[in-house]
């Protein structure tokens, strides 16, 4: 991306991640379209195929309810009634990314959408109908999405994103680094969930020597890929 920027590596499906929404939005009704930010999905646990056990459901509890403190965002433990459920992160890592396509603001609201669906409604979007509804909710014609999805081009896609998390070093989400535009470097903002009022005056600052550095440098910048 050209000028400053953030990218969040992130999945629908990670607790943290679902506690770190609030400060998303924090970041962006501060910076607004001055600051984008591109997502880019990590792949917390994709093609999963054997059922939760009662030690994963335990573990997991554990992580929701941690989540809940620190953060406030709603939670329904009714999840944890269910019996059998394959926690396989791919199908609505794919669903982000297919929603995405309309453009990055589409994508971040998707993530958004299909985490608060899951952690607060107990909906399962591990199911292509559940994501569908979802879509349609977002204004993308249900049958469209489907189509969309089923491709290949669409899987694809979305382990390029996983790839591209692994090659950046990420192993651990919510983690949100910011670039210039100028060079290949980037800087850490947060690897692992912080709260709204420590993560915005790090952004702040982080903005605050971006500007300054591209002014020394007569606003010059090149592309990032």
């Known amino acids: 991306m050209q000028g400053p920027h953030l990218v969040y590596f992130a999945d629908p499906m990670c607790s943290w991640c679902w506690g ?19 997502l880019i999905l990590g792949g917390l646990r994709p093609g999963t195929t054997q059922p939760m056990d009662p030690r994963d459901l335990l573990d997991v509890r554990g992580h929701w309810e941690h989540v809940r403190e620190a953060s406030g965002q709603p939670f329904d433990f009714g999840f944890f009634d269910r019996s ?13 990314v297919v929603l995405r396509r309309r453009g990055m603001a589409t994508g971040l609201a998707a993530l958004q959408r299909i985490q608060r669906a899951f952690y607060a409604h ?3 979007v591990t199911d292509v109908d559940t994501l569908a509804a979802l879509a ?3 204004g993308v014609d249900p049958a469209e999405f489907r189509g969309e999805f089923a491709h290949d081009d669409a899987v694809q896609e979305t382990l390029a994103d996983f790839a591209t998390a692994h090659g950046a ?3 651990g989400f919510p983690t949100l680094i910011a670039g210039s535009g100028r060079d290949d470097r980037y800087a850490l903002i947060t690897h692992g969930f912080q709260p709204a009022e420590r993560i915005v005056p790090a952004v702040e600052h982080w903005w605050g020597e971006a500007s300054a550095s591209a002014a020394a440098a007569g606003g010059q910048s090149c592309a990032l890929h």
């Open 20 to 38: 770190f929404s609030p400060v998303m939005q924090a970041i962006q009704q501060r910076f607004g379209a001055a600051l984008p930010v591109r």
């Open 84 to 96: 059998g459920f394959v926690y396989d992160t791919e199908p609505a890592s794919r669903a982000v």
């Open 122 to 124: 107990n909906q399962d």
């Open 136 to 138: 349609a909710e977002l």
């Open 169 to 171: 070093g990420v192993r």
